[in-house]
């Protein structure tokens, strides 16, 4: 177990040396900006859009943009500073007006913006002629957002970041303890397939960050509006599922060169209606509700998952490859899919509309946006159901078998190569689930699942290599020792406290927190 360990960890280091990390994409994007969503006060799940807002440094105007379709607006900064925004007035709509508050008057705001900061700030609308002394829509949040650098904003490294919080100590360890929890369990969702793989195959899956990328950029495309590019990944997906499929009921059943031919054909099928509705474009587009685009990134990431175990991983494990070429082919992996996805999607951040700005619950001494309480139900009730999989089912007990011994379960009749396509579609599914998850509280962008993966490998070597349970007690262990870290130390070092959790647990415990110790030799 030892030994395998520093395996892991020298691939981990290998990763980190190969792959660009946040503070490139920094450089390269421009780390300073400003950004909000203008919505519709009569229904908030509807952007206003065509508004012109400009802002200036001194007497100099330095960016002006537009809202779009959602109402979602970003400035480009050129670095840190004071700067002053302006809202055209003339550019809103007759029936509206800009309403006034504590940071913005007469239509003007000022803003202080630190290095690398991502402000949030928040403008609003009230109906035309409304009196001037009615309830601000701004929550108290809200106004701590726009202020103090947004509880809800992205931190610097894009990670989600630790709440603004006042009030007594147990009030803030209250407050955190939760936020702790929304970060843990979308860790967990995460961290699961991760785990599996390893316990199924013995590999470290280096792309499974870029999966949680993926997730998250299908739900955003699908729930924004698809027409071209979706339908074209659509039809790619479900070519390349119907391959899936017929090498998971079908191998071994028929002889291999018909099998071969009707898995081509399904592949070859989906390229040729990808083209069709790629030429189509905008003539045949459509748009759901994000609760169905993330059924539909779940789905599409199911088929990822399998498709790359069918055609990458199977074939390189019945030609004996080494386990440390294949965590090398892993990271060439990952940054095939990064480098795609930056590609079809391009290297902007978005966020999923109607989601940002949305007055809190309050519970006690603990507050959360009705987004972040959905988030942690989702998770909790996918847990939940997963393990519940895992236990009482017969392809579960098949996936529990296959990682506590391969060759033992083959041996006994199991079909170890399709356990292998179960457990890697279900990974898939549920590293897309938890992009999702994260975008609903972050910037949705290319890089995010890389940020998040040395966390996921936190908790899963935390809980236990190979146990999705460790991975899931693991994913709350380390969101909680993130959070609340800041109770006394700087926002900027909860992910190293997490970080240093996990080594220590090394020192102390190699298996993991419900690992079980392996005999060597």
């Keep these: 177990m030892r030994t395998r360990l520093a395996t892991?960890?020298?691939?981990l280091i290998t990763a980190i040396l190969v792959i660009p990390g946040p503070a490139a994409t920094a450089d390269?994007?421009?780390?300073?900006?400003?950004?909000g969503q203008i919505l519709d006060p009569q229904d908030r799940d509807q952007g206003v859009e065509g508004i012109m807002i400009t802002i200036h440094s001194g007497e100099d105007e330095i960016a002006a943009v537009e809202t779009g379709p959602d109402g979602n607006w970003e400035a480009e900064l050129p670095g840190p500073g004071t700067y002053r925004v302006v809202v055209d007035q003339e550019s809103i709509p007759s029936e509206f007006a800009l309403r006034e508050s504590s940071i913005v008057v007469d239509g003007e705001s000022e803003v202080e913006v630190a290095a690398g900061d991502e402000r949030p700030l928040i403008l609003a609308l009230e109906e035309a002629g409304a009196s001037e002394d009615a309830d601000s829509t701004e929550t108290p949040s809200d106004g701590a957002d726009a202020q103090d650098g947004g509880a809800d904003a992205p931190a610097d490294d894009e990670s989600i970041a630790a709440p603004t919080t006042s009030g007594s100590f147990g009030d803030r360890f209250a407050q955190l303890t939760a936020s702790g929890l929304l970060y843990g369990l979308v860790i967990a969702i995460s961290a699961i397939g991760l785990s599996l793989i390893f316990g199924t195959t013995k590999m470290i899956n280096f792309a499974h960050g870029d999966m949680v990328t993926f997730g998250a950029m299908i739900a955003l495309l699908f729930s924004t509006g698809s027409a071209g590019l979706g339908n074209s990944l659509l039809a790619i997906f479900?070519?390349?599922?119907?391959?899936?499929?017929?090498?998971?009921?079908?191998d071994?059943?028929?002889a291999r060169m018909p099998l071969l031919i009707a898995q081509w054909a399904a592949i070859m099928l989906g390229i040729a209606?990808?083209?069709?509705?790629?030429?189509?474009g905008d003539?045949?587009?459509?748009q759901v509700p994000l609760w169905a685009a993330a059924v539909i990134a779940v789905a599409m990431g199911a088929v990822l998952g399998a498709g790359m175990e069918q055609y990458v991983w199977r074939p390189l494990r019945h030609r004996n490859v080494a386990l440390i070429?294949?965590?090398i082919v892993s990271i060439g992996v990952a940054l095939v899919l990064r480098h795609v996805i930056l590609v079809l999607f391009g290297a902007g951040r978005s966020r999923y509309a109607g989601y940002q700005i949305q007055d809190t619950v309050s519970l006690g001494p603990i507050s959360m946006p009705p987004r972040d309480l959905v988030v942690m139900g989702v998770a909790i009730v996918v847990l939940v159901a997963v393990a519940c999989l895992l236990q009482f089912t017969r392809i579960g007990k098949a996936m529990r078998a296959v990682s506590d011994n391969r060759d033992l379960a083959e041996s006994s009749g199991i079909n170890v190569d399709r356990v292998t396509l179960y457990v890697w579609g279900l990974g898939g599914g549920l590293a897309s689930l938890g992009g999702v998850l994260y975008g609903l509280n972050q910037i949705v962008e290319y890089e995010m699942g890389f940020r998040l993966l040395l966390l996921m490998f936190a908790a899963v070597i935390l809980g236990g290599l190979g146990t999705a349970y460790g991975a899931m007690v693991g994913g709350l262990a380390v969101g909680l020792v993130a959070m609340l870290s800041t109770l006394w130390f700087p926002t900027q070092m909860m992910q190293a406290w997490a970080l240093a959790l996990m080594i220590l647990m090394l020192l102390v415990r190699p298996q993991g927190l419900l690992g079980r110790r392996e005999r060597v030799g």
């Design 28 to 35: 390269e994007q421009g780390g300073e900006s400003l950004y």
């Design 8 to 11: 892991v960890l020298l691939a």
């Design 325 to 327: 070429q294949m965590f």
């Design 283 to 286: 003539s045949v587009g459509w």
């Design 273 to 280: 209606l990808a083209t069709v509705l790629g030429l189509m």
């Design 238 to 250: 479900l070519g390349l599922a119907g391959a899936v499929l017929l090498g998971a009921f079908f």
């Design 252 to 254: 071994g059943r028929i």
